[in-house]
């Protein structure tokens, strides 16, 4: 345990920042840009798996190490090394005024601030230890332990600290609601599907594991303050009509005959155990494998039970541990890095038919999904099943993201005109026509999961219920639908433009839902419009193209602060980041401006800010999980963006001496290859 902690004892293993290379790296001598294309895309080859794929670490913010030492605290396992090493890396993270942010110089976050504290506090951290004051004079300051979101408010009850009257009540009968239904499972989004099902188990039985006095929290409670209500002024609203309804339910439990409620309970029980086949967990991300561990505690299983080991075994699979230090990864990208960075290479001219690429392409053709997941719920007509998801396994879950940025890298290697690939290509793109939105745009995981009516019961605060249309995936469509040979006349492309110039900001820039923010939205969209033939003069391109070029920075870099979801004011604001710096740069080329002074000095920049390793540093989360709620920090994208965005400059300018159709600086290494996937 760490126990009379005191400030400065847990030691703090942030790496010193890697020395510069020198600012002329790709100016001013013999083909400086090859070089640098050429030692970025070996450092990418190199960290590729033997298995074909490349991964790099998923970051988020604080909540995971938290909500990892809680879970194991109702487990009765909170005093165990694994806690203190996360606790240790939660100690790391604090924010230089206290408290604990969503995202690198971010404000407090109140949920994660009161859930690191009570993290803390129960490995041992005294409430003297300068960190716990701070923390807690920012959550007093901010209204208590109350005012927290609905997610931290169950683990408050699950460990005592709070009764489940206080928490919104998650019925189980929505399990066996009919899809057609307004209020069903098929009617919120996948992650808040997978979320939602283990915790109407607990909001069920509610468990409490009881805690000794002297590691409770009841210092961060204010009692000179009501209970906050979400209650809104209008008495008729669809918020009040939940919160009602949220109460009857409440009242119905304390009369509900056990039998009823156990019949719920096997639904839910049922429903996660079929979702778990094939995955990485339950969704494979972080909340509903964590609730599944507890859901599973609350439903008597045996700790040794294989289904409980196998439920903690892929949350172990998050974890990482460096110099005595734990962290906590979200979920893993291994679809996503792999397209992403296929396409990179072959945009640096790695030969298409180098083995690194055919192993990846190998690997993406495995991963297909050849049967119907949720998905299905919503979708008319036979559709076949195809697509890709994001994790190692994630079979109920593709998404057409990925799928598109899979289908995008499939087609540039030497396999692309192979039978395997073209099948591929003609599946995954008939799945993703049968996924748009009625709005003429694409959402992640679902089709029309739009109902604005869920965004008001009381569980939704994780600002995520909905899987709407977005601009950043509706324009990759396009730049896919594009390279295939699609035009702006097909009636898809069609209905998307409709879509995207209904969602264009005053300034010409778009929203980025998974990306932050206006820059990556701005960027894709360019790049889907140029994909398609769209004529590059018309006026809506060209202010989009005019935001980006204005919004670049003195030092000829680009960067926006994931504080623009909150604050619009900030649109295109923050630290200089080395990906968005990549975005606007392949945006502006997609508008034709790669001969600009803007783009020279966006490359100037990247060229300057290389580290020793020829790649570069980021601290930034450029990652969008949910907007306003959680962030994420994909540790390949400050390596793949950069590349992809040189090696389109220098197609565009030809300052390579090897052109970009060539087989690129690596070819006198790489043997002759077979066209084919046996490599």
Same mark, same amino acid.
């Given at each position: 345990?760490?126990?009379?902690?005191?400030?400065?004892?847990?030691?703090?293993?942030?790496?010193?920042?890697?020395?510069?290379?020198?600012?002329?790296?790709?100016?001013?001598?013999?083909?400086?840009?090859?070089?640098?294309?050429?030692?970025?895309?070996?450092?990418?080859?190199?960290?590729?798996?033997?298995?074909?794929?490349?991964?790099?670490?998923?970051?988020?913010?604080?909540?995971?190490?938290?909500?990892?030492?809680?879970?194991?605290?109702?487990?009765?396992?909170?005093?165990?090394?694994?806690?203190?090493?996360?606790?240790?890396?939660?100690?790391?993270?604090?924010?230089?005024?206290?408290?604990?942010?969503?995202?690198?110089?971010?404000?407090?976050?109140?949920?994660?601030?009161?859930?690191?504290?009570?993290?803390?506090?129960?490995?041992?951290?005294?409430?003297?230890?300068?960190?716990?004051?701070?923390?807690?004079?920012?959550?007093?300051?901010?209204?208590?332990?109350?005012?927290?979101?609905?997610?931290?408010?169950?683990?408050?009850?699950?460990?005592?600290?709070?009764?489940?009257?206080?928490?919104?009540?998650?019925?189980?009968?929505?399990?066996?609601?009919?899809?057609?239904?307004?209020?069903?499972?098929?009617?919120?989004?996948?992650?808040?599907?997978?979320?939602?099902?283990?915790?109407?188990?607990?909001?069920?039985?509610?468990?409490?594991?009881?805690?000794?006095?002297?590691?409770?929290?009841?210092?961060?409670?204010?009692?000179?303050?009501?209970?906050?209500?979400?209650?809104?002024?209008?008495?008729?609203?669809?918020?009040?009509?939940?919160?009602?309804?949220?109460?009857?339910?409440?009242?119905?439990?304390?009369?509900?005959?056990?039998?009823?409620?156990?019949?719920?309970?096997?639904?839910?029980?049922?429903?996660?155990?079929?979702?778990?086949?094939?995955?990485?967990?339950?969704?494979?991300?972080?909340?509903?494998?964590?609730?599944?561990?507890?859901?599973?505690?609350?439903?008597?299983?045996?700790?040794?039970?294989?289904?409980?080991?196998?439920?903690?075994?892929?949350?172990?699979?998050?974890?990482?541990?460096?110099?005595?230090?734990?962290?906590?990864?979200?979920?893993?990208?291994?679809?996503?890095?792999?397209?992403?960075?296929?396409?990179?290479?072959?945009?640096?001219?790695?030969?298409?038919?180098?083995?690194?690429?055919?192993?990846?392409?190998?690997?993406?053709?495995?991963?297909?999904?050849?049967?119907?997941?949720?998905?299905?719920?919503?979708?008319?007509?036979?559709?076949?099943?195809?697509?890709?998801?994001?994790?190692?396994?994630?079979?109920?879950?593709?998404?057409?993201?990925?799928?598109?940025?899979?289908?995008?890298?499939?087609?540039?290697?030497?396999?692309?005109?192979?039978?395997?690939?073209?099948?591929?290509?003609?599946?995954?793109?008939?799945?993703?026509?049968?996924?748009?939105?009625?709005?003429?745009?694409?959402?992640?995981?679902?089709?029309?999961?739009?109902?604005?009516?869920?965004?008001?019961?009381?569980?939704?605060?994780?600002?995520?219920?909905?899987?709407?249309?977005?601009?950043?995936?509706?324009?990759?469509?396009?730049?896919?639908?594009?390279?295939? &040979?699609?035009?702006?006349? @097909? #009636?898809? $492309?069609? *209905? +998307?433009?409709?879509? %995207?110039?209904?969602? /264009?900001? =005053?300034? !010409?820039?778009?929203?980025?839902?998974?990306?932050?923010?206006?820059?990556?939205?701005?960027?894709?969209?360019?790049?889907?419009?140029?994909?398609? &033939?769209?004529?590059?003069? @018309? #006026?809506? $391109?060209? *202010? +989009?193209?005019?935001? %980006?070029?204005?919004? /670049?920075? =003195?030092? !000829?870099?680009?960067?926006?602060?994931?504080?623009?979801?909150?604050?619009?004011?900030?649109?295109?604001?923050?630290?200089?980041?080395?990906?968005?710096?990549?975005?606007?740069?392949?945006?502006?080329?997609?508008?034709?401006?790669?001969?600009?002074?803007?783009?020279?000095?966006?490359?100037?920049?990247?060229?300057?800010?290389?580290?020793?390793?020829?790649?570069?540093?980021?601290?930034?989360?450029?990652?969008?999980?949910?907007?306003?709620?959680?962030?994420?920090?994909?540790?390949?994208?400050?390596?793949?963006?950069?590349?992809?965005?040189?090696?389109?400059?220098?197609?565009?300018?030809?300052?390579?001496?090897?052109?970009?159709?060539?087989?690129?600086?690596?070819?006198?290494?790489?043997?002759?290859?077979?066209?084919?996937?046996?490599?």
């Amino acid at each position: 345990m760490i126990a009379n902690t005191e400030a400065g004892t847990l030691p703090r293993t942030s790496a010193a920042a890697a020395p510069r290379r020198p600012s002329n790296r790709l100016v001013g001598s013999a083909n400086p840009l090859e070089t640098a294309l050429s030692a970025v895309s070996e450092w990418l080859i190199d960290r590729q798996s033997p298995d074909g794929f490349w991964v790099g670490e998923l970051e988020g913010d604080t909540i995971l190490e938290s909500e990892y030492v809680l879970m194991m605290a109702f487990l009765g396992r909170h005093e165990e090394e694994l806690c203190v090493k996360l606790c240790r890396y939660i100690l790391e993270q604090e924010r230089p005024g206290g408290g604990w942010s969503i995202y690198p110089g971010g404000p407090m976050e109140l949920s994660a601030t009161v859930k690191a504290y009570f993290a803390l506090k129960l490995v041992g951290v005294p409430t003297s230890h300068p960190a716990m004051v701070r923390a807690r004079e920012a959550i007093l300051e901010a209204g208590g332990a109350d005012r927290c979101n609905s997610f931290t408010r169950f683990y408050l009850a699950l460990l005592g600290q709070m009764s489940y009257d206080d928490c919104p009540t998650v019925p189980t009968f929505l399990v066996e609601l009919p899809t057609w239904f307004p209020l069903s499972l098929s009617s919120m989004s996948s992650w808040t599907r997978t979320i939602v099902v283990p915790l109407s188990i607990i909001s069920a039985l509610q468990p409490v594991t009881a805690l000794p006095e002297h590691l409770g929290i009841r210092e961060l409670f204010r009692d000179d303050l009501p209970k906050p209500r979400r209650r809104t002024k209008s008495p008729i609203s669809w918020e009040n009509v939940f919160l009602a309804a949220d109460r009857v339910m409440k009242w119905a439990r304390k009369i509900q005959p056990e039998a009823l409620r156990r019949r719920g309970v096997r639904a839910a029980h049922r429903w996660m155990i079929d979702h778990f086949e094939n995955s990485d967990g339950l969704g494979a991300i972080f909340p509903p494998m964590i609730y599944t561990v507890i859901a599973l505690r609350c439903l008597g299983y045996d700790d040794n039970d294989p289904t409980v080991l196998w439920a903690k075994r892929r949350l172990e699979d998050l974890l990482i541990e460096e110099n005595g230090v734990t962290r906590v990864q979200p979920c893993v990208s291994p679809i996503w890095d792999t397209a992403i960075t296929t396409i990179a290479l072959a945009d640096a001219a790695v030969p298409d038919y180098h083995p690194a690429l055919l192993r990846a392409v190998r690997y993406l053709l495995e991963k297909e999904v050849r049967v119907k997941g949720d998905w299905a719920d919503r979708v008319k007509g036979d559709v076949e099943p195809s697509g890709w998801y994001f994790q190692f396994q994630n079979e109920k879950y593709p998404d057409v993201d990925d799928t598109a940025m899979v289908l995008l890298a499939l087609q540039r290697t030497s396999l692309a005109d192979t039978e395997e690939v073209r099948a591929a290509t003609r599946r995954g793109l008939a799945w993703i026509l049968a996924m748009q939105n009625q709005d003429g745009g694409w959402a992640a995981f679902d089709k029309d999961v739009t109902n604005q009516v869920l965004t008001k019961v009381p569980f939704a605060d994780h600002n995520a219920i909905l899987d709407p249309s977005c601009a950043d995936i509706t324009a990759r469509i396009l730049e896919l639908m594009g390279k295939l &040979g699609y035009k702006a006349d @097909h #009636p898809a $492309v069609e *209905r +998307a433009l409709v879509y %995207l110039w209904n969602t /264009q900001e =005053a300034e !010409g820039c778009w929203y980025g839902r998974w990306g932050v923010n206006y820059i990556y939205g701005t960027w894709q969209v360019l790049l889907g419009l140029q994909a398609i &033939g769209f004529p590059m003069d @018309h #006026p809506n $391109v060209v *202010r +989009a193209a005019d935001w %980006l070029e204005s919004i /670049q920075q =003195a030092d !000829g870099g680009w960067g926006e602060s994931c504080r623009s979801y909150d604050d619009p004011t900030w649109k295109g604001r923050g630290e200089p980041t080395p990906t968005q710096t990549a975005w606007a740069l392949m945006g502006l080329i997609a508008a034709g401006r790669a001969r600009n002074e803007s783009v020279r000095n966006g490359v100037r920049h990247l060229a300057e800010t290389q580290n020793a390793e020829g790649i570069w540093d980021e601290a930034s989360y450029t990652g969008t999980g949910f907007p306003c709620v959680f962030y994420l920090r994909y540790h390949l994208y400050r390596t793949y963006f950069p590349l992809m965005a040189l090696g389109r400059y220098r197609a565009e300018v030809g300052l390579a001496a090897v052109a970009n159709s060539g087989p690129g600086a690596l070819a006198s290494r790489i043997p002759a290859l077979p066209r084919s996937l046996d490599v």
